[in-house]
């Protein structure tokens, strides 16, 4: 049963063909089946398995066992890894999943292991902050407020731009692009205008690609 990997929620059979062949062949794995075959083997290794495919296969539940396992797994894994290389995890996957499903409210609080994993690695990093959220984390106040405060670094540099190549480099910023306020929004639009009123060499044209773009990828609405 570890023959599989799993993509978007859904359980991929290590190898498959055209004709419906499959191995292992999920699409024998009943909910029925899944109980009895726990029931049969009985131990933690099994059921860390069993439980893990019934939740990806059939939506069950996980026992706050098995939910702790992956904490442990997670960690485990992050050892001798950088914190970003948890995407690469399958356990922080499935612990995304759980999140997003809101089921993690039974070991919140009582799981040592999860607190470890928030307070003992570098939250601090906005790209593993980032990460966090997209997968469907919960961020702490304080962790939102330095988030939200090194964006706000990142977009009030506009203050200070005055070339239409420093403007550029702006507008390519993705992170400027996803978190800029609409009073810098505002003021982005004023600073377009100035520059491209003085300037009237190659790069303006450039620039106007660059800032299309950046309203095409904003989350204001431009007009």
């Known amino acids: 049963m570890s023959d599989i990997s799993f993509q978007n929620r859904e359980i991929q059979p290590l190898f498959s063909t ?20 726990k029931h049969y083997f ?14 990806l296969f059939h939506h ?23 914190d970003i290389e948890i995407i690469n995890c399958s356990s922080f996957e499935i612990l995304s999943y759980l999140f997003e499903d809101r089921t993690m409210k ?6 040592k292991a999860y607190k470890n994993f928030f307070f003992k690695h570098s939250e601090t990093e906005i790209e593993i902050i980032d990460t966090l959220k997209k997968y469907s984390y919960p961020i ?26 420093s403007l550029s480099q702006y507008l390519k910023d993705i992170d400027i692009v996803k978190e800029i306020v609409e009073e810098y929004f505002d003021k982005l639009k004023t600073k377009f205008r100035d ?3 003085k300037e ?20 204001i609405d431009p007009f």
């Open 42 to 55: 009985s131990n933690d290794i099994s059921d860390f398995l069993i439980e893990t495919i019934s939740y």
């Open 140 to 165: 702490s106040k304080e962790l939102n407020k330095k988030r939200k405060t090194c964006y706000r670094t990142k977009y009030e540099n506009l203050n200070d731009i005055i070339l239409s190549y």
């Open 195 to 197: 520059i491209i009123n």
């Open 106 to 111: 039974d070991i919140f609080k009582s799981s």
């Open 200 to 219: 009237s060499d190659i790069e303006i044209a450039s620039l106007f690609i660059d800032y299309m773009e950046f309203l095409l990828q904003s989350q």
């Open 60 to 82: 069950n539940e996980m026992s706050s066992k098995t939910k702790g396992t992956h904490i442990e797994l997670l960690l485990d894994y992050l050892k001798n890894k950088t």
């Open 18 to 37: 055209s004709d419906g062949y499959e191995n292992p062949g999920i699409t024998k794995w009943s909910e029925d089946i899944l109980e009895e075959l």
